[in-house]
């Protein structure tokens, strides 16, 4: 059974940073690109980011570019999300999610419906 487990989030005022991490068991996790998304207060879930299987590459919203770092250990199971300077409207619930299907991507997997297994998602609230 394929689980994934987000911790991090919390309170934080705009400016500050946070690190969220996804923890991930019962599959080969470094075999399988990993994404994030987010959905906030009335809104569908977005796009955030997204690494490659072997963490070489990274895609990332235009939104989040340039202050959001998406990263991965492949022998801890773990994929993080480094944010800084963050902003009120980073305010959501941020899920981790992994692909359907393992090795690489013709296109960038921006869309909910490539990944086939998600968190449970976790709180990040940022405060003017």
């Known amino acids: 059974q394929v689980q994934l487990v987000e911790s991090g989030g919390g309170l934080v005022q705009a400016g500050g940073s946070l690190r969220l991490s996804c923890a991930v068991s019962g599959r080969t996790f470094s075999s399988y690109a990993m994404g994030w998304f987010r959905q906030a207060p009335g809104k569908e879930r977005e796009f955030v980011a997204v690494i490659s299987w072997r963490g070489g590459i990274t895609v990332y919203a235009d939104s989040v570019k340039g202050r959001f770092t998406i990263s991965r250990d492949n022998a801890k199971n773990t994929v993080f999300l480094q944010m800084n300077s963050l902003k009120p409207e980073d305010t959501a619930v941020y899920y981790c999610?992994?692909?359907?299907?393992?090795?690489?991507?013709?296109?960038?997997?921006?869309?909910?419906?490539?990944?086939?297994?998600w968190g449970q998602g976790t709180q990040v609230t940022v405060s003017s």
């Open positions: 999610a992994t692909l359907h299907s393992p090795g690489s991507w013709i296109l960038p997997p921006r869309t909910e419906e490539a990944y086939g297994y």
